[in-house]
Protein backbone atom coordinates (compact mmCIF):
# COMPACT_ATOMS: atom_id res chain seq x y z
CA UNK A 1 0.00 0.00 0.00
CA UNK A 2 3.11 2.49 0.78
CA UNK A 3 6.07 2.03 -0.05
CA UNK A 4 8.17 4.98 1.95
CA UNK A 5 11.03 3.95 3.62
CA UNK A 6 10.79 3.16 7.36
CA UNK A 7 6.72 2.37 6.85
CA UNK A 8 6.19 -0.37 8.47
CA UNK A 9 8.89 0.18 11.12
CA UNK A 10 5.89 3.00 11.79
CA UNK A 11 3.50 0.36 11.60
CA UNK A 12 4.88 -1.92 14.22
CA UNK A 13 5.79 0.44 16.79
CA UNK A 14 1.58 1.84 16.15
CA UNK A 15 0.67 -1.78 16.85
CA UNK A 16 2.89 -1.69 19.78
CA UNK A 17 1.92 1.06 21.61
CA UNK A 18 -1.90 0.15 21.12
CA UNK A 19 -1.41 -3.20 23.00
CA UNK A 20 0.27 -1.58 25.74
CA UNK A 21 -2.42 0.95 26.18
CA UNK A 22 -4.62 -1.86 25.82
CA UNK A 23 -3.17 -4.03 28.42
CA UNK A 24 -3.10 -1.02 30.48
CA UNK A 25 -6.83 -0.18 30.77
CA UNK A 26 -6.87 -4.39 31.50
CA UNK A 27 -5.06 -4.31 34.41
CA UNK A 28 -6.86 -1.41 35.53
CA UNK A 29 -10.37 -2.74 35.38
CA UNK A 30 -9.20 -5.99 36.83
CA UNK A 31 -7.37 -4.57 40.01
CA UNK A 32 -10.87 -3.10 40.80
CA UNK A 33 -10.09 0.47 39.68
CA UNK A 34 -12.94 3.16 39.94
CA UNK A 35 -13.46 6.82 38.44
CA UNK A 36 -12.79 9.14 41.16
CA UNK A 37 -16.26 10.17 42.56
CA UNK A 38 -18.18 6.62 42.04
CA UNK A 39 -19.89 5.63 44.70
CA UNK A 40 -21.56 1.70 45.41
CA UNK A 41 -24.56 2.89 47.71
CA UNK A 42 -26.32 -0.06 49.39
CA UNK A 43 -30.01 -0.10 49.10
CA UNK A 44 -30.24 1.67 52.59
CA UNK A 45 -28.52 4.50 51.09
CA UNK A 46 -30.11 4.91 47.76
CA UNK A 47 -32.28 7.64 49.32
CA UNK A 48 -31.21 10.06 52.03
CA UNK A 49 -32.42 13.30 53.96
CA UNK A 50 -29.96 15.45 54.70
CA UNK A 51 -30.83 18.00 58.02
CA UNK A 52 -28.79 20.99 58.98
CA UNK A 53 -26.19 20.79 56.32
CA UNK A 54 -24.48 23.89 55.18
CA UNK A 55 -24.92 24.74 51.53
CA UNK A 56 -21.20 23.76 50.48
CA UNK A 57 -21.90 20.17 52.03
CA UNK A 58 -25.37 20.18 51.10
CA UNK A 59 -23.61 20.85 47.12
CA UNK A 60 -21.38 18.39 47.84
CA UNK A 61 -23.50 15.91 48.80
CA UNK A 62 -25.99 16.79 45.78
CA UNK A 63 -22.84 15.92 43.32
CA UNK A 64 -21.46 12.73 45.06
CA UNK A 65 -25.78 11.32 44.77
CA UNK A 66 -25.98 13.05 40.89
CA UNK A 67 -22.69 9.94 39.90
CA UNK A 68 -24.45 7.60 41.67
CA UNK A 69 -28.17 5.65 41.55
CA UNK A 70 -28.84 7.21 44.60
CA UNK A 71 -31.24 10.15 45.60
CA UNK A 72 -31.26 12.71 47.85
CA UNK A 73 -34.87 13.30 49.08
CA UNK A 74 -37.21 15.95 50.61
CA UNK A 75 -38.27 14.56 53.90
CA UNK A 76 -37.22 11.90 56.73
CA UNK A 77 -40.43 9.74 55.71
CA UNK A 78 -38.97 8.99 52.26
CA UNK A 79 -35.52 8.75 52.91
CA UNK A 80 -33.86 5.10 53.73
CA UNK A 81 -30.82 7.06 55.74
CA UNK A 82 -31.27 10.71 57.55
CA UNK A 83 -28.23 12.33 57.91
CA UNK A 84 -28.24 14.94 60.92
CA UNK A 85 -25.27 17.25 60.42
CA UNK A 86 -25.04 18.57 64.40
CA UNK A 87 -21.45 20.82 63.64
CA UNK A 88 -19.43 21.84 60.51
CA UNK A 89 -16.53 23.71 61.06
CA UNK A 90 -13.78 25.19 58.38
CA UNK A 91 -10.49 26.87 59.06
CA UNK A 92 -7.60 28.79 57.02
CA UNK A 93 -4.83 28.60 59.33
CA UNK A 94 -1.00 29.78 58.26
CA UNK A 95 1.54 27.54 58.62
CA UNK A 96 4.20 29.81 57.70
CA UNK A 97 5.19 33.22 57.19
CA UNK A 98 7.72 34.98 54.63
CA UNK A 99 10.45 37.16 56.03
CA UNK A 100 8.33 40.26 55.40
CA UNK A 101 5.63 38.93 57.45
CA UNK A 102 3.17 37.62 54.73
CA UNK A 103 1.50 34.20 54.52
CA UNK A 104 3.55 31.92 52.55
CA UNK A 105 1.72 28.51 53.44
CA UNK A 106 -2.61 27.94 54.74
CA UNK A 107 -4.06 25.16 56.13
CA UNK A 108 -7.42 24.25 55.58
CA UNK A 109 -9.47 22.27 58.00
CA UNK A 110 -13.07 21.18 57.86
CA UNK A 111 -14.49 19.29 60.14
CA UNK A 112 -18.01 17.67 60.31
CA UNK A 113 -19.98 16.06 63.06
CA UNK A 114 -23.11 14.13 62.64
CA UNK A 115 -25.58 11.47 63.49
CA UNK A 116 -26.73 8.99 60.87
CA UNK A 117 -30.17 7.42 61.71
CA UNK A 118 -32.65 4.72 59.88
CA UNK A 119 -35.36 4.98 58.20
CA UNK A 120 -37.17 4.68 61.24
CA UNK A 121 -35.34 7.31 62.82
CA UNK A 122 -33.24 5.04 65.49
CA UNK A 123 -29.05 6.18 65.48
CA UNK A 124 -26.81 3.78 63.48
CA UNK A 125 -23.99 6.20 64.25
CA UNK A 126 -23.82 9.13 66.90
CA UNK A 127 -22.04 11.87 67.14
CA UNK A 128 -18.98 10.67 64.61
CA UNK A 129 -16.84 13.23 63.40
CA UNK A 130 -14.76 13.50 60.38
CA UNK A 131 -12.01 16.17 59.73
CA UNK A 132 -10.24 16.74 56.44
CA UNK A 133 -7.29 19.03 55.82
CA UNK A 134 -5.41 20.16 52.98
CA UNK A 135 -2.38 22.89 52.23
CA UNK A 136 -1.11 25.18 49.81
CA UNK A 137 1.28 27.74 48.98
CA UNK A 138 0.46 31.45 48.77
CA UNK A 139 2.83 32.98 46.76
CA UNK A 140 2.71 36.91 47.64
CA UNK A 141 2.70 37.89 43.78
CA UNK A 142 0.14 40.51 41.99
CA UNK A 143 0.11 38.24 39.29
CA UNK A 144 -1.04 35.07 40.91
CA UNK A 145 -3.09 35.90 43.54
CA UNK A 146 -6.36 35.73 41.59
CA UNK A 147 -5.09 32.03 40.85
CA UNK A 148 -4.05 31.08 44.57
CA UNK A 149 -7.68 32.36 45.30
CA UNK A 150 -9.43 30.44 43.08
CA UNK A 151 -7.00 27.49 44.58
CA UNK A 152 -8.26 27.55 47.74
CA UNK A 153 -12.10 27.36 46.11
CA UNK A 154 -11.13 24.65 44.51
CA UNK A 155 -9.67 22.85 47.62
CA UNK A 156 -12.74 23.76 49.56
CA UNK A 157 -14.46 21.60 47.14
CA UNK A 158 -12.38 18.90 47.92
CA UNK A 159 -12.25 18.75 51.46
CA UNK A 160 -16.40 18.69 51.49
CA UNK A 161 -16.38 16.09 48.79
CA UNK A 162 -14.25 14.26 50.81
CA UNK A 163 -15.62 14.56 54.11
CA UNK A 164 -19.06 13.26 51.61
CA UNK A 165 -17.16 10.00 50.69
CA UNK A 166 -15.91 9.63 54.58
CA UNK A 167 -19.81 9.98 55.62
CA UNK A 168 -20.76 7.43 52.99
CA UNK A 169 -17.84 5.05 53.81
CA UNK A 170 -19.03 5.27 57.11
CA UNK A 171 -22.63 4.47 56.61
CA UNK A 172 -21.71 1.72 54.50
CA UNK A 173 -19.68 0.11 57.09
CA UNK A 174 -22.12 0.39 60.05
CA UNK A 175 -24.74 -1.01 57.59
CA UNK A 176 -22.73 -3.93 57.08
CA UNK A 177 -22.23 -4.53 60.52
CA UNK A 178 -26.17 -4.14 60.95
CA UNK A 179 -26.95 -6.39 58.43
CA UNK A 180 -23.77 -8.93 57.31
Do not use: W
Amino acid sequence: MFDFPGYSNIKDRLVSRSSVLVMALLMLTACGYHLRGAIDLPEALKTIYVKSASPELSTAIERAFRATTGEIVTSPDQAGMILNVLDEYFQRRTISLSSTGFSNEYELVYRLTFDLLDSEGNTLVSNQTIEVTDSYFNAQRSSTLLSKDNEEIVLRKELYESAVRSVIQRARAELKKKFP
